[in-house]
């Protein structure tokens, strides 16, 4: 049994800390296998503080050896614990102290919303709702297997008249995230629900020991309930059944294929992944360096909202996949607000934990980007830059995913008569086929476009409106740079009218610069340009002009070199993430039209679609997600 060496034991002989997973029945107990053993998944919702609770549970799963793949745990609360309270918990708990500093090295940024935070490889995950309790916990949709109420959390809701909950309505709402026979155990001592409140919204209360009446004082006291309505639950909740078969077709093996592959390999998928290039980053993904950064907006717009969220997503995916100073580097990236555009929210809007994400440039900062004083320039704090390429080939090399390189699909069908079950079928040009699955996700960029229209005939083909964006950035060696100009290199990426990076290991592997990039809608086709050159030297001159006249003669040849590639667009700006029309093609999914975003936004959209087949918490805000769903251009 787990101890907890530094603070005193409740009277059932379980360490204080544990005792609310003890009334779950998540530890192991005289004759008792935890409520968790051998399932695939749990998922643990708790209302209230969080740091002690996740970091209890997540020790109990890690002393478990018959624990479930994958934890998830969701906290609900009005604010973050601050993170001296975290390194305060480290102390009071030595056998939490290691998992205490892994959550202190990801707990920053933490603004009003929705943060999924991802550790042990991808198999324990802890969702923050960080907000209105009563809010948050009407918009979830996932059932809870574990439930952990934080006694002072409910007065505080619960006594709040600018809330305007009760008791019962808060109890009401915890009771729609249960299913049949979910345990609750409410830590904390004070006023508790009635029983008759308890029972009006299907929960039966219990003391752990003697099945009688509930606990609800004295030292380590914690309530004990088991949800068991005498009706049938009518519940909204999604409750998509387990995939019969966990296997998947990913076309496309670029950003947005690799993160699906990922993430359905992660929870035990089968992949198979099928390209047309010869090898990692044949497409627009072969992109030399790129940036992840936040994206701001004067009323914090959905797209900056999810672009947050993505941004963590890859940062987290980065620094457990990637070689830092060589594939990636945190380093921040200062933006150039080039004519004033892009703008912070004001006041309370952006509170000052908003400022970790993006404040404004300190002169200190606008001085090391050769930039005049006067300019005006925001700092992101939590962005870094990455090779693509590197990021693509370590999904790929996932445990379950396999690549089939140099194969076109020249169509799909649906196969299976009588009793065998239905498969999406991927045929080439003779009719041979390359792979078939029960799942297909397109991933292939504007590719994708030819084999959405190849499902049926014009007029009654799915309308997913992907456009072509073509790209050129140009790039040179730094060993080429007079020592002048190489003294004039910011120590970070700037970008606000494309992007500039130095220090980055260029194709040819020495330590280059890179500016781009442009902007060609509506071709379909990616021919480097001596004009698009041109072009980015003077969006060079216009990010950073002092740097860009230094810089004037290293764009003719043979200083300059140069990438390009397509990328595709959806008319909102948005990626399309889940079913494509769920009625006429079951099983054809999407993840695509990340644009100019998919380092930012393709970790996340591989995330949200293995949490939507596999009916998990999701790593986005509800309200956030659907203006992402694929089915939202279905009646247009």
Not at 57 to 70: E, G
Not at 86 to 111: D, K, T
Not at 146 to 164: C, E, K
Not at 402 to 417: D, K, N, P, V
């Given at each position: 049994?787990?101890?907890?060496?530094?603070?005193p034991?409740?009277?059932?002989?379980?360490?204080?800390?544990?005792?609310?997973?003890?009334?779950?029945g998540?530890l192991?107990?005289?004759?008792?296998?935890?409520?968790?053993?051998?399932?695939?998944?749990?998922?643990?919702?708790?209302?209230g503080?969080?740091?002690?609770?996740?970091?209890?549970?997540w020790?109990?799963w890690?002393?478990?050896?018959?624990?479930?793949?994958?934890?998830?745990?969701?906290a609900?609360?009005?604010?973050?614990c601050?993170?001296?309270?975290?390194?305060?918990?480290?102390?009071?708990?030595?056998e939490?102290?290691?998992?205490?500093?892994?959550?202190?090295?990801?707990?920053?940024?933490?603004?009003?919303?929705?943060?999924?935070?991802?550790?042990?490889?991808?198999?324990?995950?802890?969702?923050?709702?960080?907000?209105?309790?009563?809010?948050?916990?009407?918009?979830?949709?996932?059932?809870?297997?574990?439930?952990?109420?934080?006694?002072?959390?409910?007065?505080?809701?619960?006594?709040?008249?600018?809330?305007?909950?009760?008791?019962?309505?808060?109890?009401?709402?915890?009771?729609?995230l249960?299913?049949?026979?979910?345990?609750?155990?409410?830590?904390?001592?004070?006023t508790?629900?009635?029983?008759?409140?308890?029972?009006?919204?299907?929960?039966?209360?219990?003391?752990?020991?003697?099945?009688?009446?509930?606990?609800?004082?004295?030292?380590?006291?914690?309530?004990?309930?088991?949800?068991?309505?005498?009706?049938a639950?009518?519940?909204?909740?999604?409750?998509?059944?387990?995939?019969?078969?966990?296997?998947?077709?990913?076309?496309?093996?670029?950003?947005?294929?690799?993160?699906?592959?990922?993430?359905?390999a992660?929870?035990?998928?089968?992949?198979?992944?099928?390209?047309?290039?010869?090898?990692?980053?044949?497409?627009?993904?072969?992109?030399?360096?790129?940036?992840?950064?936040?994206?701001?907006?004067p009323?914090?717009?959905?797209?900056?909202?999810?672009?947050?969220?993505?941004?963590?997503?890859?940062?987290?995916?980065?620094?457990?996949?990637?070689?830092?100073?060589?594939?990636?580097?945190?380093?921040?990236?200062l933006?150039?607000?080039?004519e004033?555009?892009?703008?912070?929210?004001?006041?309370?809007?952006?509170?000052?934990v908003?400022?970790?994400?993006?404040?404004?440039?300190?002169?200190?900062?606008?001085?090391?980007?050769?930039?005049?004083?006067?300019?005006?320039?925001?700092?992101?704090?939590?962005a870094?830059?990455?090779?693509?390429?590197?990021?693509?080939?370590?999904q790929?090399?996932?445990?379950?995913?396999?690549?089939?390189?140099?194969?076109?699909?020249?169509?799909?069908?649906?196969?299976?008569?009588?009793?065998?079950?239905?498969?999406?079928?991927?045929?080439?040009?003779?009719?041979?086929?390359?792979?078939?699955?029960?799942?297909?996700?397109?991933?292939?960029?504007?590719?994708?476009?030819?084999?959405?229209?190849?499902?049926?005939?014009?007029?009654?083909?799915?309308?997913?409106?992907?456009?072509?964006?073509?790209g050129?950035?140009?790039?040179?060696?730094?060993?080429?740079?007079?020592?002048?100009?190489?003294?004039?290199?910011?120590?970070?990426?700037?970008?606000g009218?494309?992007?500039?990076?130095?220090?980055?290991?260029?194709?040819?592997?020495?330590?280059?610069?890179?500016?781009?990039?442009?902007f060609?809608?509506?071709c379909?086709?990616?021919?480097?340009?001596?004009?698009?050159?041109?072009?980015?030297?003077?969006?060079?001159?216009?990010?950073?002009?002092?740097?860009?006249?230094?810089?004037?003669?290293?764009?003719s040849?043979?200083?300059?070199?140069?990438?390009?590639?397509?990328?595709?667009?959806?008319?909102?700006?948005?990626?399309?993430?889940?079913?494509?029309?769920?009625q006429?093609?079951?099983?054809?999914?999407?993840?695509?039209?990340?644009?100019?975003?998919?380092?930012?936004?393709?970790?996340?959209?591989?995330?949200?679609?293995?949490?939507?087949?596999?009916?998990?918490?999701?790593?986005l805000a509800?309200?956030?997600?659907?203006?992402?769903?694929?089915?939202?251009?279905?009646?247009?």
């Amino acid at each position: 049994m787990i101890r907890a060496v530094t603070l005193p034991f409740s009277a059932t002989g379980i360490p204080l800390a544990f005792e609310p997973l003890h009334a779950c029945g998540l530890l192991p107990t005289s004759g008792n296998r935890p409520a968790w053993h051998k399932q695939r998944q749990w998922h643990v919702l708790r209302l209230g503080s969080a740091a002690l609770s996740f970091l209890a549970t997540w020790h109990a799963w890690q002393q478990d050896p018959q624990r479930p793949d994958r934890l998830f745990f969701t906290a609900v609360a009005d604010r973050p614990c601050a993170v001296e309270e975290l390194l305060a918990l480290a102390q009071r708990h030595p056998e939490l102290a290691p998992l205490s500093q892994a959550l202190v090295y990801v707990w920053q940024g933490l603004m009003p919303g929705t943060h999924r935070l991802v550790f042990e490889g991808g198999q324990v995950h802890l969702t923050l709702h960080l907000g209105s309790p009563e809010k948050t916990l009407r918009e979830l949709d996932v059932a809870a297997d574990s439930v952990l109420l934080d006694s002072t959390q409910v007065r505080a809701v619960t006594d709040d008249p600018t809330q305007g909950t009760s008791r019962l309505q808060l109890l009401q709402a915890v009771s729609r995230l249960c299913r049949t026979g979910t345990r609750l155990a409410m830590d904390g001592a004070g006023t508790v629900p009635t029983a008759e409140e308890w029972q009006q919204c299907g929960f039966q209360t219990q003391n752990e020991d003697t099945q009688a009446a509930p606990v609800s004082a004295g030292v380590g006291a914690c309530l004990s309930a088991r949800f068991a309505p005498p009706w049938a639950p009518r519940s909204r909740l999604r409750q998509a059944p387990p995939p019969a078969s966990r296997q998947a077709l990913v076309v496309g093996a670029g950003l947005s294929g690799s993160a699906v592959a990922r993430s359905l390999a992660l929870r035990g998928w089968a992949v198979t992944v099928i390209d047309q290039g010869s090898g990692p980053g044949s497409g627009a993904s072969g992109l030399p360096a790129g940036l992840t950064a936040p994206h701001v907006s004067p009323d914090d717009n959905v797209l900056s909202r999810i672009t947050r969220a993505g941004v963590r997503a890859t940062l987290q995916r980065a620094d457990q996949l990637l070689k830092g100073g060589t594939d990636w580097c945190p380093t921040g990236v200062l933006e150039h607000r080039v004519e004033g555009k892009r703008s912070l929210p004001a006041g309370p809007a952006w509170p000052e934990v908003a400022h970790t994400w993006s404040t404004q440039a300190s002169p200190a900062q606008i001085g090391q980007a050769g930039l005049a004083c006067e300019a005006f320039a925001l700092w992101h704090g939590l962005a870094a830059w990455i090779r693509p390429q590197a990021l693509v080939a370590a999904q790929l090399n996932t445990p379950g995913v396999q690549t089939l390189w140099g194969q076109r699909i020249a169509r799909l069908q649906r196969t299976g008569a009588g009793h065998t079950p239905p498969q999406w079928q991927a045929c080439d040009e003779a009719g041979q086929t390359l792979a078939q699955a029960d799942w297909v996700v397109f991933s292939a960029g504007f590719d994708t476009l030819h084999l959405i229209n190849s499902l049926a005939p014009e007029g009654e083909r799915p309308s997913i409106p992907l456009n072509p964006l073509r790209g050129q950035i140009s790039y040179g060696d730094m060993a080429q740079l007079p020592g002048d100009v190489r003294a004039q290199l910011p120590p970070f990426p700037v970008n606000g009218h494309g992007s500039f990076i130095s220090g980055v290991p260029t194709p040819e592997g020495h330590d280059g610069w890179f500016i781009g990039s442009t902007f060609e809608r509506n071709c379909t086709q990616a021919p480097l340009r001596d004009e698009d050159h041109a072009s980015n030297q003077q969006r060079l001159a216009t990010l950073l002009p002092t740097l860009g006249a230094a810089m004037a003669e290293q764009f003719s040849a043979p200083q300059v070199h140069g990438w390009a590639g397509l990328r595709c667009t959806l008319p909102d700006r948005l990626p399309a993430v889940g079913p494509i029309d769920e009625q006429r093609w079951p099983g054809l999914w999407i993840s695509a039209g990340m644009g100019a975003r998919g380092i930012s936004l393709a970790v996340l959209c591989g995330e949200l679609t293995a949490a939507l087949l596999e009916n998990e918490p999701l790593p986005l805000a509800p309200s956030l997600l659907k203006h992402l769903l694929a089915e939202r251009f279905k009646n247009r």
